[in-house]
């Protein structure tokens, strides 16, 4: 029987998500979370109450800067991979909240590859998020940030801190070589998602009848990427790792930008209700434009999203209506 693989951040979006499909694949599962109230507890819980019964889930509440505890739980179920999500998300929330940053996403993330590196033998592989946070802003119009772009300005903290994880993936690759896969996430949507993400208050905002605030006045542009895609591209990274030494960034995402106003009057046909919108300047850590290369996931795995915007949103908008009873 195949060896378990720790899911970290498993009561989080993208965790929960890839939990269930590694799951429904066979695999047996251990999830790790310590489920702090960054946004709603109340959704992580009820993500969480999705496992109940689960043959092959086990969940520890646990905070992954305990690096004990990970070497532990990595050492006494022979975990041979890794899926590492867990991490303190958001840019304009490292604005106020710094330390937050240190903590969960530097410690965290060293805590997580010691673990790895003290593995029993034949660790097969980590993977581990990044984000597209890590290449900074660039104008609307040009070509899909490639990883070979040098990643050297990023605009937020949380930008930095991720690509130091990145930095320091790199070095414990080649110290200790076990391989592991960064993969640096576009803009995530779909059911279960984080209300912090600007589709998800949008649609809270619009169903109450509650004007928004569109910041950098409508201009923006992000490669929305729907959850199972995104799962689909997680899984095949982690079934195909690079070769031992090596550190492998992968871009994951769309690959097909939408504007923010197109995303909006999108939202408002799935909910069936127009927003007033209230237009804001930008605000302090965000980018003009994000857009995904790729083709290198593409090669690994055959990575090729399927889901459009209109699909996707209305999904969600679905899963709201369910989920709040609205």
Known sequence: MPAPILVTGVAGFIGHATAHRLLARGETVIGVDIVNDYYDVALKEARLATFDGQAGFTFHRADITDSETMARLVRENGVDRVVHLAAQAGVRYSIDNPFAYERSNLAGHL???????????????????????????????????????????????????????????????????????????FTVYGPWGRPDMAYFS??????????IEVFGEGRMARDFTYIDDIVDGIVGALDHPPERGV????????????GLMEMIE?????????????????????????????????????????????????????????????
């Open 111 to 185: 805590s997580i590859m010691e673990a790895c590196r003290h593995a029993p033998d034949g660790f097969a592989h980590l993977v581990y998020a990044s984000s597209s946070s890590v290449y900074g802003d660039k104008p609307i119009g040009t070509a899909g940030f490639s990883e070979d772009e040098p990643a050297a300005a990023p605009v937020s903290l949380y930008a930095a801190t991720k690509r130091a994880c990145e930095l320091m993936s790199q070095s414990y690759a080649k110290l200790y070589g076990f391989p592991q896969t960064g993969l640096r996430f």
């Open 202 to 211: 949008f649609t809270q905002k619009i169903m109450r009848g509650d004007a």
């Open 247 to 258: 550190n492998r960034i992968l871009n994951i995402g769309d690959s097909h930008p939408v």
């Open 266 to 326: 999108t939202l408002e046909e799935s909910i069936g209700r127009k927003a007033e919108k209230i237009m804001r300047p930008m605000q302090p850590g965000d980018v003009t434009a994000t857009y995904a290369d790729v083709s290198r996931l593409n090669a690994v795995c055959g990575y090729r999203p399927k889901v459009m915007l209109k699909e996707g949103l209305g999904k969600f908008a679905d899963w709201y209506r369910d989920f709040y009873g609205a």
